[in-house]
């Protein structure tokens, strides 16, 4: 029996799940939407949400300006930022066209992360299913971060530039009649 036994194994022991684990969550905070499987967007998404939740229980003393801070709001974030660093590498690499760059992702949870999410109570990921891979029939997923402001309305994605929202579409689609397609 698997009782309390939670989350997936992935055939693999717990040293390479957790360096997979977290390497997925480093590419998630660098890129804001990875492609994966869908097991393993499902398990992502518990550990970015909570790695951000941490940030965001934080309040304003996440993304304010480390001098205007109280010592005691100080000790706070900066058990913040340990708790967080001992998770995910402290930098990524972000690689745009020809010039590269190297981000902060710490600082990325704490202040960007936590400020934009600072009203949402959770469920700052997006798991959106694509089908099966190509090569060995994997379900594959794209798993994103929310952007700024959404509760319901879906965002469109950046392959197709379709939207997910499926009661604009049905309410569209059933106001118009169908035509029939003739092939001559």
């Known amino acids: 029996m698997r009782h309390g036994n939670a989350g997936r194994k992935f055939d ?11 390497n997925l969550a480093a590419n998630l905070f660098l890129h804001e939407r990875i492609e994966t499987t869908d097991a393993k967007a499902k398990e992502l998404r ?30 706070r974030r900066l058990a913040a930022s340990r708790m967080i660093a001992a998770y995910i590498p402290r930098f990524g690499v972000r690689v745009d066209g020809e010039e590269s760059r190297r981000v902060d992702l710490v600082e990325k949870v704490l202040i960007d992360l936590a400020k934009r999410y600072a009203d949402r109570p959770g469920g700052y990921t997006r798991i959106v299913k694509f089908g099966p891979r190509r090569g060995d029939n994997a379900p594959i997923s794209l798993i994103e971060l929310l952007p700024d402001g959404v509760e319901g309305e879906a965002a469109p994605l950046a392959k197709g530039g379709a939207k997910l929202a499926k009661a604009p579409v049905a309410a569209a689609t059933a106001a118009e009649p169908r035509e029939s397609a003739t092939v001559e």
Request: without cysteine; glycine residues 2%.
């Open 46 to 75: 518990r550990v970015a949400e909570r790695l951000i939740t941490k940030a965001r229980r934080l309040g304003k003393a996440a993304y304010t300006p480390q001098a205007e801070l109280s010592p005691e709001d100080r000790a």
């Open 12 to 22: 693999r022991n717990t040293s390479s799940r957790r360096a997979m684990l977290r």
